[in-house]
C-alpha cells in the first residue's frame, strides 16, 4: 500500500469515527434535552445549539488542519 492510499483510508476511518460518535449523540439528544428541559426550556435548547455547532465545527477543523499539513 502507497503512501497516498494510506492517507486516504486513514481520513476514511477518521471519518467514519467521527460520524459514529455524532451519530450516537443524534440519537441520545432527545432524552438530554428533556432532561435538560425540566431545569429551563432555554439550557434545553442551547445544548442542541450547541452540540448541532459542534458537529460542523469538527469537521471544519479537521480540513484546517489537513490544509495545514498539505493534504
Do not use: C, D, N, T
Not at 42 to 52: K, Q, R, S
Amino acid at each position: 500500500m502507497s503512501a497516498p492510499e494510506k492517507k486516504e483510508k486513514s481520513a476514511a476511518i477518521a471519518a467514519a469515527i467521527i460520524l459514529v460518535v455524532i451519530g450516537i449523540g443524534f440519537f441520545a439528544l432527545p432524552s438530554i434535552m428533556l432532561k435538560l428541559g425540566e431545569i429551563s426550556p432555554w439550557l434545553a435548547a442551547g445544548f442542541a445549539v450547541l452540540f448541532v455547532l459542534g458537529f460542523f465545527l469538527i469537521f471544519w477543523l479537521r480540513a484546517r488542519h489537513q490544509r495545514r499539513r498539505g493534504l
